[in-house]
Structures are given as structure tokens and as C-alpha cells.
């Protein structure tokens, strides 16, 4: 199946583009598709991100709705977003 994935701020400026088709095996989950973004980014670069998901500084939307669980399924076509989360004052 593939997948979209949109990286944007802190994510893009890590994976060194602002968006990517990515291809995973039928039933893949988020999991299974950062580690797939190593053939993207060195590994080092992906375990950055990994533990800006789990701190909660990246968050994640799969077809515009917010996930934070990383063994959750994706199907065919989904849109992942990939996001710091925001600031202002």
C-alpha cells in the first residue's frame, strides 16, 4: 500500500523535504512507516524523530484527525501529517 506523508517545520527540515510517498506492507502501521524513513534519512536523523513523537514535541494526523498511538493501522492512499506542535504568545 502506499501512503503520503507531509512533513512540516522542524520534520522537514530533519528528513530534508516537505513531503513523500511511502510504500508499506497491508496492514502497516505508524510505527512501521517512520522506521521505513530510513531509506529517506540516516538512522540517526529517525531516531530523532521517533523520540520527538514520544515526547510529544511532533505530533502526528492520519487523514486530518490526530493519532498518538504509533501501532495504529494505515490503509492504502492515507495522508499522514507530520508536525510540531504549535506556540504563540
Excluded at 487523514?63 to 495522508?79: E, I, Q, Y
Aim: glycine share 10%; charged share 25%.
Amino acid at each position: 500500500m502506499k501512503v503520503l506523508i507531509e512533513f512540516i517545520g522542524y520534520a522537514a527540515r530533519k528528513i530534508g523535504r516537505e513531503w513523500l510517498w511511502a510504500e508499506l506492507a497491508e496492514g502497516g502501521t505508524l510505527r512501521d512507516l517512520i522506521s521505513s524513513l530510513a531509506s529517506t534519512a540516516n538512522a540517526s536523523t529517525v531516531e530523532e524523530l521517533k523520540v520527538a513523537i514520544t515526547r510529544g514535541e511532533l505530533l502526528i494526523a492520519v487523514n486530518g484527525r490526530m493519532v498518538s498511538d504509533l501501532d495504529s493501522r494505515l490503509n492504502d492512499g492515507d495522508k499522514i501529517l507530520l508536525f510540531p506542535i504549535a506556540a504563540g504568545g
